[in-house]
């Protein structure tokens, strides 16, 4: 369609000469110009240092390192600890740390002049799209991360050292691009005292999940609550129905962005089954319109009995937690007919790590890539921000960890192979925007299963061809 | 001498001239180069496609919606707002009792101007913050826990202020419209004991009540101020950026539910941001410009009227 140029000359030439034409021929423009948005592109030397068997990826020795922190629901602590351990590896390396929940305010424009950090945890509301990222070619392969050795056992890989599915789920476009740090079940979360205290037990079916909803309704409790302002988490509670309804065909149908699922069974059995809470009047009061802070903290008041999220929310929730909650979490219930066993969830890795293809240091963002993979980052990792991270048996034996995180464990270890993870989210953005407009909607009562299917299945269409 | 007089303009002017074009015009003559590309906002590579991006807009219904959003805003936000602060301001400066002391405000008009000014004192985080407590869609809320109290809502099934199609944008316009009244209650206040009060007294004599001396002296003697403020306002009306970003649900700046509340500015960012089509969103960026200099063109022309000196 269009011819390439290039912006840096032509572009900025072109308008030069406008400007002057309008009287600002005496400013000092060329140090100022290189600021602009998209002005920069030159790659800078990237340092590099003598590979050998305790620097597997060739670091400089004495090349800074340049470490951007989204700090958000996992903080920004652990992060420190990790650079302690790279400081400790290089002493000679200055090692700079930037928090921020604005990862794409600090990052964009760095992006585009060519001196980007050189590792970013780039997560949180404000991130910058991983296949948007991918497609410019701004991200550095990380295979030789895969293949370097383990620091804990340097006769394996780290590629062997990974739960399943983290190099499939860092690969965009074909490449390993991304490391997807942190591993995250989804689920229902409840609280174990409430439940004991009043003798209910975890519903393993649809059906008896809307039989105790009954029951808990009876006691002045709302039987759910979800975060409606937000409708992602709706959104991960309907799609994870479907998916252990329909098997992994409907995962990689859905995964391929087939519009024709959403005509199909197990669609419609998630989306009528989320509408049995809507029409038994199950919601909370008021949910609909809540942050996930304030529905969760309702939940965390006892205000309601479920509510769906992924396992960040113990360390989410940890000030407005009282401390005899029992935080527990457990898998989506089945419906009839379900492809896939009660155990089965959601799990994969999330929390993107990446290195910017211009960025100075790559080898050293790399090397911090490898040291997050060792028995003491995931441990520290575990103790400061409350989660598991995608190195296998990473933690270390004999660590306490909170009653949440550790339901997480004993569901992931009754899961097994039962682990299922769509990658539509990354690939195809648009998706959940409209598919959360739909479940908002629904949750709302404003529109029926039916409705909401037809709108889903236009919504694929339209990200199937990638327009907007 | 006259020869010296151009260099000595063009010494005082070149800083601040060529300063604006450099962070004015240049930027919107970029926006405008970008909006010809389908610059991706993420790196510096980017394909020439011409007009393609604009006639894509027009037939985007969600652009639309927005753009209706705003237009209805445009209309709404300046009216409601001068109307208030009008009134207000009347109220403060010359609406008290007439009488022995002559022309003067309410009893303790001085208090309320301070107490007006005070949500122009609020940075605008700060305000959608406290908007969020007072729309809460619980009885926790503000709003809805006195609905509640009153008996005038039931507390199992409140009205979700910002997550109803039929109340969010009402919503966002009444925050707004709080925002800014104290601002222009003190503007139109200041423009008001500029006026002499003898002509107020001469009216007063003639037997004038408040009505007639509002619509008769106070009204025609602001038309300055009140054309700078509908043209002020009615920039703020193209924008709503921050309060639709952080107070209305959806996805990456809100909008929601379902586009219910979407405005050009939060649409134009999602897809710069967060679709990564940043051509595209810099196209958008090209018509609310040219649409912000159309209503301030218009506002400021059909508003033109003759001055009275005094």
């Not at chain 1, 009876?218 to 709706?234: L, M, S, V, W």
């Not at chain 1, 309907?238 to 990689?252: R, S």
């Not at chain 2, 009205?159 to 925050?175: G, R």
Request: proline letters at 5%; glycine letters at 10%; charged letters at 15%.
């Amino acid at each position: 369609m269009g011819s390439t140029f290039e912006p840096n000359r032509l572009n900025r030439r072109d308008l030069i000469k406008r400007a002057a034409a309008l009287g600002a021929v005496a400013v000092p423009a060329s140090g100022l110009l290189s600021a602009c948005a998209a002005s920069g592109g030159g790659t800078g030397q990237q340092e590099t240092g003598t590979k050998s068997a305790s620097n597997p990826l060739g670091v400089a020795d004495s090349a800074s390192l340049d470490v951007v922190i989204f700090d958000g629901g996992f903080g920004d602590a652990y992060a420190k600890q990790f650079e302690k351990l790279y400081a400790k590896e290089f002493p000679k390396s200055k090692v700079s740390h930037t928090a921020t929940q604005n990862i794409t305010g600090l990052l964009q424009p760095r992006l585009n002049g060519g001196n980007p950090p050189d590792i970013v945890d780039d997560s949180g509301n404000q991130q910058i799209k991983l296949d948007v990222l991918q497609k410019n070619g701004q991200l550095t392969d990380l295979t030789p991360l895969l293949d370097a050795p383990s620091i804990d056992d340097p006769s394996k890989k780290v590629r062997d050292t990974l739960m399943p599915g983290t190099v499939e789920l860092g690969t965009v476009g074909g490449k390993f691009v991304t490391l997807q740090y942190v591993y995250t079940v989804f689920g229902l979360w409840y609280s174990g005292k409430l439940f004991s205290q009043h003798g209910w037990s975890e519903p393993k079916t649809w059906a008896d999940f809307i039989s105790l909803g009954a029951e808990i309704k009876k006691t002045g409790i709302a039987p759910f609550a979800h975060q409606g302002k937000y409708p992602y988490y709706i959104n991960v509670a309907i799609v994870d129905l479907a998916i252990k309804n329909g098997g992994t065909d409907f995962l990689n149908r859905l995964d391929q962005m087939d519009p024709t699922i959403w005509d199909e069974d197990p669609a419609k059995n998630a989306i009528e089954a989320i509408y049995e809470i809507v029409s038994n009047n199950y919601l909370l009061p008021g949910t609909n319109g809540m942050t996930h802070i304030e529905s969760q903290t309702a939940w965390n008041e006892y205000k309601a009995a479920f509510i769906p999220c992924g396992a960040w929310l113990e360390n989410e929730q940890l000030k407005a937690t009282p401390s005899d909650f029992q935080m527990t979490f457990m898998p989506m219930p089945s419906l009839s007919g379900d492809k896939m066993p009660f155990e089965a969830i959601r799990g994969g890795a999330n929390e993107p790590y990446i290195v910017p293809k211009a960025a100075k240091n790559a080898n050293g963002g790399m090397e911090f890539m490898r040291i997050m993979l060792s028995k003491a980052a995931a441990t520290a990792f575990a103790q400061t921000a409350n989660s598991l991270t995608v190195l296998k048996d990473g933690i270390s034996p004999g660590v306490q960890l909170r009653p949440g995180t550790q339901s997480t464990v004993t569901a992931l270890k009754a899961a097994g192979s039962n682990v299922f993870n769509p990658t539509y989210l990354t690939n195809y953005s648009s998706l959940d925007v409209d598919m959360g407009n739909s479940s908002a909607d629904l949750m709302a009562n404003r529109i029926k299963p039916a409705q909401w299917l037809s709108q889903v299945k236009a919504a694929a269409v339209k990200a199937q061809k990638g327009g907007a | 001498m006259r020869h010296r007089k151009y260099p000595f303009i063009i010494g005082f002017l070149i800083a601040p001239v060529g300063l604006y074009a450099l962070l004015m015009l240049w930027p919107y003559l970029q926006t405008f180069g970008y909006s010809l590309t389908d610059w991706s906002g993420e790196s510096s590579v980017m394909h020439f496609v011409g007009l393609k991006n604009y006639t894509t807009l027009f037939s985007d219904s969600v652009f639309q919606q927005a753009l209706l959003h705003n237009l209805l805003l445009l209309l709404l936000l300046p009216v409601i707002t001068i109307l208030l602060a009008l009134f207000f301001a009347f109220m403060l400066n010359v609406g008290g009792r007439g009488g022995t002391g002559g022309v003067q405000g309410v009893r303790g008009s001085a208090a309320y101007r301070v107490v007006f000014f005070f949500p122009q004192l609020l940075s605008i985080a700060i305000l959608t913050v406290m908007f969020e407590g007072v729309f809460r869609s619980d009885a926790s809320g503000l709003l809805n826990g006195i609905l509640v109290k009153l008996g005038l809502e039931n507390a199992q099934n409140p009205i979700e202020w910002l997550n109803d199609p039929n109340t969010v944008l009402w919503t966002v316009l009444a925050v707004t419209v709080w925002w800014w009244v104290g601002f222009y209650l003190v503007y139109f206040s200041a423009a008001m004991q500029a006026i002499p009060k003898d002509i107020y007294e001469a009216a007063l004599l003639d037997g004038a009540g408040r009505v007639h001396t509002f619509f008769r002296i106070t009204l025609p003697l602001l038309w300055d101020s009140l054309q700078t403020a509908w043209v002020y306002l009615a920039i703020v009306a193209m924008d709503f950026f921050a309060q639709v970003s952080t107070l209305t649900p959806g996805v990456a700046y809100g909008g929601g539910p379902d586009y219910h509340s979407e405005v050009l500015s939060t649409y134009l960012m999602r897809n710069f941001l967060y679709y990564g089509k940043s051509g595209y969103a810099c196209a958008m960026g090209v018509v609310i410009l040219f649409l912000t200099l159309i209503v301030s063109l218009v506002a400021l022309r059909s508003t033109r009227r003759g001055r009275i000196e005094f």
